[in-house]
């Protein structure tokens, strides 16, 4: 068995698909459905339904890969909040297929929906944005019963959110976002509490400091990183879910120089997709 069936059919007695590019033309469309210059949009790509939803955990990120520490941060994060659901949310800002580099997208979707099927309040949503103010404006159409949202993030995220470079009107942005997502923050790397309570007692961003809460995070997950798994450092097994483990391993998508069957199903993928145009 390859790493192609680890993104095929799971169900029990059922042989691994023989088209397993097949399984993953759906990824490819919704995701290539997300028009960038169009206004913000989140679908979902499997998982818990939006309905009914009053209280929603959002983390962001690439998942390239999913490793353990995202696990961990939207568990804590939900039992924090108190949330319905807890959503790993992927931006589709950017989709590059005739050039493989690291993960596809669609692999990295299809993982994460393996990943959450046992667990029915959890989904996996993707978007046409990387701002979190344009990814709450998505979100909260994607949710109509929407009362509360929270963001997980890094240090290292929350301090990109108050920077002033990245806005035309910053205390304008701010407020808009503030007003409707709060953020709950977990310390990486070298970054600590009292970083975060500096930041937050500047003057600039007091006014924000009741919308940001820390999550505290076990020294060891703190260090697990997407990059550190696709650097191939000895640890990097250990950081993943089993599952993505063997598609890493199997499917040599990290290696330096891709081998032929991952680069030759993401060629065959577009094929697919431009043969249903």
């Known amino acids: 068995m390859g790493f192609e069936s680890l993104c095929g059919s799971q169900e029990p007695g059922i042989a691994p698909t023989a088209s397993p590019v097949g399984e993953l033309l759906p990824y490819h ?4 459905g ?34 353990r520490a995202h696990l961990a941060l ?23 297929k005739e050039r493989v580099s690291g993960m596809l997208l669609e692999d990295r979707l299809c993982l994460l929906c393996r ?31 929407l009362e509360a949202l ?15 470079r990245y806005y035309a009107a910053r205390d304008e942005s701010l407020d808009a976002l503030f007003s409707k997502a709060s953020f709950l923050v977990a310390p990486r790397g070298d970054a600590t509490k009292g970083d975060l309570k500096t930041l937050l007692d500047r003057s600039e961003n007091l006014k924000y400091a009741n919308r940001v809460t820390l999550l505290p995070m076990p020294d060891e997950l703190a260090e697990i990183s997407s990059s550190r798994v696709r650097n191939h ?17 199997e499917s040599g998508c990290y290696d330096e ?12 993928l577009l094929e697919a997709a431009r043969a249903q145009l």
């Not at 469309?29 to 290539?32: D, P, S, Y």
């Not at 993030?153 to 920077?163: M, N, S």
């Open 233 to 249: 450092t000895d640890e990097r097994f250990a950081d993943v879910p089993e599952r993505v483990a063997r598609f890493i391993r």
């Open 150 to 164: 929270a963001f997980v993030t890094g240090y290292d995220k929350i301090v990109q959110i108050f920077d002033p």
């Open 29 to 32: 469309q919704l995701v290539t």
């Open 74 to 96: 939207l568990g804590a994060a939900v039992e924090c909040w108190s949330a319905d659901t807890g959503a790993y949310v992927l931006s589709a800002l950017t989709v590059d």
């Open 257 to 268: 120089s891709v081998p032929a069957a991952y680069a030759a199903r993401a060629q065959s």
């Open 115 to 145: 990943q959450i099927e046992a667990n029915p309040a959890r989904a996996v949503l993707v978007t046409n944005r990387g701002l979190y103010v344009d990814q709450t404006a998505a979100l909260s159409e994607l949710f109509p019963s």
């Open 34 to 67: 997300l028009d960038p210059t169009k206004a913000a949009v989140a679908k979902a790509a499997c998982g818990a339904s939006p309905s009914g939803v009053r209280r929603l955990v959002a983390l962001p990120g690439s998942f390239n890969p999913l490793h």
